[in-house]
């Protein structure tokens, strides 16, 4: 028998040859998501996105018999993803945490609201409890009376902390006031939104972070945003 002379042996399994070569594999667009979004980790969530899709690129790297890869990428994808959302699960829960105990001041204002002179003395500093008598505190809790009437509640969890902070446009300026008021001591300063009856003023706690004990720590001074816009201490910060 003649040969076929248009044949080209050891080719495309003529003649004792290999089977047809595969095709080079291509890159998984999930394995390049998975990774890109594990990447961004200054956004939440996205490091579990990445996760969820490089696990899925791989399952589909796996069951294309060589025709795409990016298998790399997919491992680096999910393992990245798995840590960034660890670093955010434990972040939010550490912020969730001191959330919750610094927003217990929010008691110092319900004791001023009930006349409790003990219950608000209770979360002053030694240097504050000994530089405020109680017609200063009172004085002060009829202040807060005048311009918005009744304590209602703080708010319940970061979240709407936060959502409270940005509902407010003027809440950076009244942080920044503030902190000019407290010269050496603005680093210490917490600003929380509580409802009152007339509204959510910023309420500005002065915290005493060298004097030890437990967190939190109790009060240098204590003011709250008034109606007009300026802010009232308890203890003039300008003093000695």
Request: proline share 8%; aromatic share 8%.
């Amino acid at each position: 028998m003649s040969q076929n002379p248009y044949a080209h042996p050891g080719q495309f399994g003529i003649d004792g040859g290999d089977e047809i070569p595969p095709r080079p594999a291509r890159t998984s667009i999930l394995a390049v998501f998975s990774l890109v979004c594990s990447l961004i980790c200054c956004i939440p969530g996205l490091g579990l996105v990445g996760s969820v899709l490089g696990i899925g690129a791989l399952v589909g790297i796996s069951s294309s018999k060589g025709r795409v890869g990016g298998k790399g990428l997919a491992i680096a994808g999910v393992v990245i993803g798995l840590i960034v959302t660890t670093l955010w699960v434990f972040g939010a829960y550490g912020a969730a945490s001191i959330a919750a105990r610094l927003m217990k001041y929010e008691g110092v204002v319900t004791a001023l609201e009930q006349g409790d002179v003990p219950a608000a003395r209770a979360f002053l500093s030694p240097s504050a409890d000994g530089a405020v008598p109680d017609e200063r505190l009172a004085e002060f809790a009829a202040a807060i009376r005048s311009d918005w009437g009744g304590f209602s509640r703080g708010p319940k969890g970061l979240l709407e902390m936060v959502r409270w902070y940005w509902d407010d446009p003027s809440t950076p300026v009244l942080i920044e006031t503030a902190q000019g008021d407290l010269g050496m001591h603005a680093n210490a300063l917490f600003p929380l939104p509580l409802a009152m009856d007339g509204g959510r003023p910023l309420f500005f706690f002065v915290m005493d972070t060298q004097g030890g004990g437990s967190f939190p720590q109790t009060l240098l001074n204590l003011g709250f945003e008034r109606a007009d816009g300026s802010v009232e201490w308890l203890i003039d910060p300008s003093g000695p």
